[in-house]
Nanobody, 115 residues
Framework: QVQLVESGGGLVQPGGSLRLSCAAS????????MGWYRQAPGKQRELVAT???????NYADSVKGRFTISRGNAKNTVYLQMNSLKPEDTAVYLC?????????WGQGTQVTVSS
C-alpha cells in the first residue's frame, strides 16, 4: 500500500504564492511518477502538473508559467510551487503517485484564492 499526505494549502490573495507538499510512504517502487490534480466544486478533477517518462513534466495550459512541479531530495516527496495565483485556481489539490502496482491518491489540500 501507498499513502500520500498533502500539505501547504490555505487562503491566499490573488497574485500570491503557495507551495504544496506531498509525502509518499509505504510500498513505493523505484520507478514511479508523481503529480498534482485539482477539483473545484461542481467540476471534474483535472490535471495540474505531472511527471512523465524521461524526467519530463506536463502542465495544464492554465498553469503553465505559473506553477512548477519538483521532487524533493528524498525522492518520496513532490512539491507544487504556485505563483501568480488566480481566483480560478481555487480547488482541492490532490497528489497522485503512479507505479506498476497501481495509482494512488492523497486526501487533498484546499487552496482558496480570494481577496
Amino acid at each position: 500500500q501507498v499513502q500520500l499526505v498533502e500539505s501547504g494549502g490555505g487562503l491566499v490573495q490573488p497574485g500570491g504564492s503557495l507551495r504544496l507538499s506531498c509525502a509518499a510512504s509505504g510500498s513505493i517502487f523505484s520507478l514511479n511518477f508523481m503529480g498534482w490534480y485539482r477539483q473545484a466544486p461542481g467540476k471534474q478533477r483535472e490535471l495540474v502538473a505531472t511527471e512523465t517518462l524521461g524526467d519530463m513534466t506536463n502542465y495544464a495550459d492554465s498553469v503553465k508559467g505559473r506553477f512548477t512541479i519538483s521532487r524533493g531530495n528524498a525522492k518520496n516527496t513532490v512539491y507544487l510551487q504556485m505563483n501568480s495565483l488566480k481566483p480560478e485556481d481555487t480547488a482541492v489539490y490532490l497528489c497522485n503517485l503512479r507505479q506498476t502496482s497501481g495509482v494512488y491518491w492523497g486526501q487533498g489540500t484546499q487552496v482558496t484564492v480570494s481577496s
